[in-house]
Nanobody, 122 residues
Framework: QVQLVESGGGLVQAGGSLRLSCAASGRTFNTRAMGWFRQAPGKEREFVATMDWTGTLTMYVDSVKGRFTISRDNAKNTVYLQMNSLKPADTAVYYC???????????????WGQGTQVTVSS
């Protein structure tokens, strides 16, 4: 069992930065991939970034490459999403999720956090 709690969301101007955190409980965090997804109003939840359990493999959706960075601290059971050069199009509820292996598909993730709101003003 893995429980996930996101934090760090908020309101920021376009061009600004935020760092999201996702604290995990459970003994298996260090052996599982972690991902970030987001859902804008009226849209499907979409993949943003993922990292394998070792922290060496990452994948990003094209729209955030070069601006967002996923990282993890297994000693703290925490995964992060550093978001730079934010755009209004990044406005969404951001969710962290846990999977047995690195993946882009929502269906591959079996544990989810409650989400944190990110709003980017123009």
């Amino acid at each position: 069992q893995v429980q996930l709690v996101e934090s760090g969301g908020g309101l920021v101007q376009a061009g600004g930065s935020l760092r999201l955190s996702c604290a995990a409980s459970g003994r298996t965090f260090n052996t599982r991939a972690m991902g970030w997804f987001r859902q804008a109003p009226g849209k499907e939840r979409e993949f943003v970034a993922t990292m394998d359990w070792t922290g060496t493999l990452t994948m990003y959706v094209d729209s955030v490459k070069g601006r967002f960075t996923i990282s993890r601290d297994n000693a703290k059971n925490t995964v992060y999403l550093q978001m730079n050069s934010l755009k209004p199009a990044d406005t969404a509820v951001y969710y962290c999720a846990s999977s047995p292996y690195i993946a882009r598909l929502r269906s591959q993730y079996d544990y989810w956090g409650q989400g944190t709101q990110v709003t980017v003003s123009s």
